[in-house]
């Protein structure tokens, strides 16, 4: 059935996360979009449980059609290249896709591995095929083996408490500082609940890691930690496909927008989630973020096609929630430009509010699949306007969007 405008739209969302998923069910509100979505896999990741599923408590997979709109043709696939002068996606197996709107939901996954030999020897998680993978040689790695784990972000913290309950011997990189996010005094919880589980803690500058070799980790004051698996969870970047395509992209690959997420080279281009950097002032890489970003990806360019200026992005996110173990965790308040406050919630109960964080986006995803246009995101940020200003000033340009 064809709409107001008397011929059918086409929109390709690349990318099958949170965020695409979301904008690909939101897009089906008219009946004149025909939106596909292309996804490398057939089934869909819940990336904030691959710790879970290197532990073995979860699977960290969902089947598509419990999450997609009906309306919603999925193609299982990889972009290799977009095309902005002809509206093309060039897919690995498939034939090219033409689109009317572009929306990029790339994601992001592990950063370069450039510490030498880390690379070779070191085993990075922040894909499905990673964590599988880890999860794999683990199995076949005698449970009082060292294990290192790189990194002290929300991941590494989590991978680290989930093998040491399990009994494994766990040494974690922290570098400078353990969880940098963290208000100081969640900090010092999630110190006391990791030494609990006997996981080794190094800290500081020079408790970075320096070389990575089959079977142990060099830092960078000299000290070598004996490692039978290693795993790198220090750093995320975006996908390099709008890099490789010739699109305007930040420092991390994300593709740089204006404050509606269109492109700044292209008004028929929207990125979201780990992908989008709206005015070079992105939002922390979150599942978290990926809601709104996601939602107001799909307004913006279902306002273009009804010759309506799209609104600029002013939502936020205001807390971050780690487990440290099936039982305990902790839920970080923040305030809504996402800097962390004292208030943090830890324990058992922390714990729940963790797992329900899990639950919650696979609900409001479920929720747009079945009524699109129904996602509201209540928390706003204040002081985003301000730092875009800063920001755009710094470059010398004083325009927040188009």
């Given amino acids: 059935m064809l709409g107001a405008t008397g011929h059918r739209i086409d929109v390709v969302v690349i990318g099958g996360g949170y965020a695409g998923v979301m904008t690909a069910n939101r897009l089906t509100q008219r009946s004149d979009v025909s939106v596909t979505l292309v996804n490398p896999r057939d089934r869909f990741v819940e990336r904030i449980r691959l710790h879970q599923l290197v532990g073995g408590s979860d699977d960290a997979v969902m089947p598509f059609n419990e999450l997609l709109a009906g309306e919603v043709k999925l193609v299982v696939d990889t972009a290799t290249a977009i095309d902005p002068a002809r509206r093309r996606v060039t897919l690995e197996k498939g034939e090219p896709l033409s689109y009317d709107y572009l929306v990029y939901a790339a994601?992001?996954?592990?950063?370069?591995?450039?510490?030498?030999?880390?690379?070779?020897?070191?085993?990075?998680?922040?894909?499905?095929?990673?964590?599988?993978?880890?999860?794999?040689?683990?199995a076949g790695t005698p449970k009082d083996s060292p294990v290192v784990v790189v990194g002290s972000g929300p991941l590494g913290i989590e991978t680290a408490a989930e093998l040491a309950e399990l009994g494994r011997r766990v040494t974690l990189v922290c570098g400078r500082i353990l969880?940098?996010?963290?208000h100081p005094s969640a900090r010092r919880t999630i110190r006391r609940r990791l030494e609990a589980l006997h996981v080794v803690l190094l800290e500081g500058d020079a408790a970075t890691a320096a070389a990575v070799t089959p079977d142990a980790v060099e830092l960078a004051d000299g000290r070598t930690v004996t490692s039978a698996v290693t795993i790198w969870t220090a750093g995320f970047a975006a996908a390099g496909l709008a890099r490789h395509s010739g699109l305007t992209t930040?420092?991390?690959?994300?593709?740089?927008?204006?404050?509606t997420l269109t492109s700044v080279d292209d008004d028929r281009i929207v990125a979201t989630g780990d992908a989008a950097s709206p005015s070079h002032v992105p939002l922390r890489m979150s599942c978290q973020a990926a809601l709104p970003l996601g939602s107001h990806a799909a307004d913006t360019v279902l306002n273009r096609i009804s010759g309506e200026e799209p609104a600029g992005f002013d939502r936020g996110i205001g807390a971050m929630c780690v487990s440290l173990g099936r039982d305990y965790g902790i839920f970080q308040f923040a305030r809504f430009d996402d800097t962390a406050i004292r208030l943090h919630v830890p324990g058992r109960l922390g714990a729940l509010l963790k797992e329900e964080a899990c639950k919650s986006p696979i609900s409001q995803i479920?929720?747009?699949?079945?009524?699109?246009?129904?996602h509201r995101w209540l928390v706003k940020d204040t002081r985003r306007a301000e730092r875009v200003r800063a920001a755009l000033a710094a470059e010398g340009n004083t325009v927040l969007s188009r």
């Fill in 250 to 259: 930040d420092a991390e690959g994300r593709l740089v927008t204006d404050e």
């Fill in 179 to 182: 969880s940098p996010y963290s």
């Fill in 366 to 374: 479920k929720t747009e699949a079945r009524k699109p246009g129904a």
């Fill in 107 to 138: 994601g992001s996954s592990s950063a370069s591995l450039q510490v030498p030999g880390a690379a070779e020897f070191a085993l990075p998680i922040s894909t499905l095929e990673e964590a599988e993978r880890v999860r794999g040689v683990l």
